[in-house]
């Protein structure tokens, strides 16, 4: 470091220094991904999906996708867990700490100002004077002033860092998105969940109460003469049966009311779930379908993923400009004293500026090894966002094909109970007509309430599939992008 008398004359050499490098900024400059040139999502187009829905191509879904289903309660509870679940708290705290370190970075990018004082006790020997007589006594010092220093970020390694910090806090943005959007659909499958095992309860309950005629059916007909006790005991048998299926159907419907309760940021015993049904749910009639274009700009994982890439082109650019000499300018004015009384008196002023340069020269390779490892991390950076790219295309496949079976599925089911109906109503009139057996009334009734529990099993599967759907699509998520993203100027 070097000292001046007077300001202004900076040492040829620094100048020369800065003239050099001023044009050089620490390459490259982070340029998004071109999003996939596919058209479409499943290799024989994206057409209709069945008669009771169909696709509006080239649109997105809303935020509030949920309310495409026009249930109120759960409009209801999922506005309370938006609000109050915890681990999107935490998230949420989360991304406000990686804005607050943006702040922090861009500090490095401004003049830094210090106010130092210091008193002291001080004796001097030969390590200062050598061998002399010059002999002076312990004194008492007193010093105060301000300091100031100013990094000169010719190679851009600064503004590299901050840019780094940003694409991190976009980053946590995206997370925070993506942390949102999972909130919904789990409290959608939850909600789901609870109207499955009350519909399945309903349908087993009315199960049970025809077990119960079909025995005092058979008891009939046994004490008329024309029944047999085996008939009788095949009858309890298969009441049993169905009564040992309630515990599970109990217990998953407790497990989803639970679950929906921490998701809303309520203890189990603190809160009471609302009663799902199946039929306060209304299935969304038109379902979006962005271009797989825009899909790469509406998903959340997706923008974390080049968030990331961005964090990884920003820290290469920061390896780089580590390569480059460095220069720092400093002054600062010092009041000088053997007294405090004569601190700030005019004789005690003292002051200096400084220039400073650092280049790196040898370091063992370390600081091109750094650069390498930079650049095989933008590398593994690239090919994961391509990953989530291609995976995210695979999802909406898979839904859609899975919304194209479940629109079969209905229609076969509907038509098994249909038929099993038909069935049922044929041999209890022919068992009244005496031309059948009592166990040939069971087998249809039994075929008939197996339908009758296939096709709830289908229309939850079609509303599970419906929601993933929009989840699929990115759920609207991103239209709070200017809440989670900080820009920096």
Not at 103 to 119: I, R, T, Y
Not at 134 to 143: A, G, K, N, S
Not at 223 to 248: F, R, Y
Request: net charge negative; with cysteine; glycine share 6%.
């Amino acid at each position: 470091m070097t000292f001046f008398k007077e300001s202004g004359h900076l040492p040829a050499i620094l100048i020369a220094c800065a003239l050099l490098l001023s044009a050089c900024a620490a390459d490259p400059d982070f340029t998004p991904p071109e999003p996939p040139g596919t058209k479409q999502y499943i290799i024989n187009g994206d057409d209709g999906i069945g008669r009771a829905q169909h696709l509006v191509h080239n649109q997105g879904p809303a935020q509030d996708w949920w309310r495409a289903f026009r249930s109120q309660a759960l409009d209801q509870v999922m506005t309370l867990a938006l609000a109050d679940n915890n681990t999107l708290a935490a998230t949420r705290a989360r991304l406000m700490q990686a804005r607050e370190e943006v702040n922090a970075a861009a500090g490095s990018l401004w003049p830094q100002v210090s106010l130092e004082a210091a008193a002291g006790q001080q004796k001097y020997g030969v390590a200062l004077f050598g061998p002399s007589d010059i002999q002076i006594p312990p004194f008492t010092y007193y010093t105060a002033g301000p300091q100031v220093s100013y990094l000169l970020d010719i190679a851009g390694g600064e503004r590299r860092a901050v840019e780094e910090a940003q694409a991190v806090a976009a980053y946590r943005g995206y997370q925070f998105d993506a942390l949102r959007l999972s909130l919904s659909g789990n409290v959608m499958s939850q909600a789901l969940g609870i109207a499955s095992a009350r519909a399945q309860l309903a349908v087993l309950e009315d199960i049970i109460a025809d077990d119960h005629k079909n025995i005092e059916l058979v008891r009939i007909a046994r004490n008329a003469g024309s029944g047999t006790m085996t008939e009788v005991l095949g009858a309890q048998a298969q009441l049993a049966q169905d009564q040992a299926l309630l515990p599970p159907l109990r217990q998953q419907l407790s497990v989803a009311q639970h679950a929906l309760a921490i998701l809303a940021g309520k203890a189990p015993a603190d809160w009471r779930t609302p009663d799902f049904d199946l039929s306060a749910f209304t299935l969304p009639s038109e379902l979006p379908l962005s271009l797989p274009s825009e899909l790469v700009r509406a998903r959340p994982d997706i923008m974390a993923s080049e968030a990331q890439l961005h964090a990884a082109t920003a820290a290469l650019g920061v390896a780089t400009a580590n390569l480059y000499p460095a220069i720092t300018l400093s002054a600062n004015t010092v009041q000088e004293s053997l007294t405090p009384g004569n601190l700030f008196n005019a004789s005690a002023n003292t002051w200096a500026l400084a220039a400073g340069l650092t280049a790196p020269i040898f370091n063992g390779g370390a600081l091109q090894a750094k650069k390498r490892a930079a650049e095989e991390a933008c590398e593994a950076a690239l090919a994961s966002y391509k990953q989530v790219v291609l995976q995210s295309f695979g999802q909406v496949a898979d839904v859609l094909k899975a919304l194209e079976h479940d629109a079969q599925q209905i229609d076969a089911q509907q038509h098994a109970l249909e038929t099993a109906q038909s069935s049922l109503n044929l041999a209890r009139l022919s068992y009244s007509a005496g031309n059948i057996g009592v166990l040939q009334v069971l087998d249809a009734e039994r075929l008939f309430n197996q339908a009758r529990l296939g096709l709830t099993h289908a229309r939850i599967r079609q509303y599970q599939d419906t929601a993933l759907l929009y989840l699929a699509l990115g759920g609207g998520s991103l239209s709070q992008r200017a809440e989670t993203q900080q820009e920096f100027h």
